[in-house]
């Protein structure tokens, strides 16, 4: 039962475009998300995270938005670069402990 | 200076084969983690440990065994290793606290044939 899911695989943007990532939950108990870059044969880093008590999240180029009724966050980068491309993950977490949901991740390419 | 570590990298045997997967952090941090992304490229949680005990246990074969000897490190041994095995395996840490992100490591590809 998957509680995070990212429905687009894959998603191809023009450098200097932006590139948005969508990511739904089901679980109306999560109050803290976050967004993981994850580069070829390395592990997820983290990127950028937005508690529920907010509705956007902003930190350089990346912005996060969060749409608690629709239960759905999206990650915003702007202006797209090359070297923004990797899978980017959408995780969630909420209830007890710091258990985190990782959705299937979306595979961002940013053509030059 | 690597934050998590995770050996060996690529790891490959025979099914009925038992290995280990080790893993060490170096950022001081209470909470370690143990991940499985699968073919599908779910990531999912395994064990959870929090200054060396147990925390979080999903659903997981009792052939895995999580073992903690301190809080930097969290190793994770697999008995009669199994086709289905095959995955990535991703150790992550942080903060007990519960508003913190977690760091992973590189990961350890094991391919069991």
């Known amino acids: 039962d998957q509680q995070v899911k990212q429905n687009s695989p894959s998603l191809s943007v023009q450098e200097g475009r932006i590139s948005i990532l969508n990511c739904d939950y089901t679980?109306?108990?999560?109050?803290?998300f976050l967004w993981y870059k994850k580069y070829p044969a390395e592990g997820p880093t983290f990127l950028i995270s937005?508690?529920?008590?907010?509705d956007k999240n902003e930190d350089g180029r990346f912005t996060v938005f969060l749409n608690k009724s629709a239960k759905h966050l999206s990650l915003h980068i702007v202006p797209s670069q090359p070297g923004d491309s990797a899978v980017y993950f959408c995780a969630a977490s909420g209830g007890t402990g710091n258990q985190f949901y990782f959705g299937t991740g979306t595979s961002l390419t940013v053509i030059p | 200076d690597t934050a998590v570590s995770q050996t060996p990298k690529y790891l490959v045997t025979q099914m009925g084969n038992d290995k280990s997967i080790k893993c060490e952090q170096n950022?001081?941090?209470?909470?370690m983690y143990w991940y499985k992304q699968d073919s599908k490229k779910f990531l999912k949680i395994m064990f959870s440990y929090n200054n060396k005990e147990l925390i979080i246990n999903e659903t997981v074969p009792n052939r895995f065994s999580p073992k903690s000897p301190d809080k930097a490190h969290l190793n994770l041994h697999i008995n009669s290793l199994e086709l289905g095995d095959s995955a990535v395996y991703f150790c992550a840490s942080s903060q007990v606290n519960y508003y913190n992100e977690q760091f992973f490591g590189p990961g350890t590809r094991l391919t069991v044939l």
């Open positions: 950022l001081g941090h209470d909470t």
């Open positions: 679980n109306s108990m999560f109050d803290y």
């Open positions: 937005i508690s529920s008590i907010k």
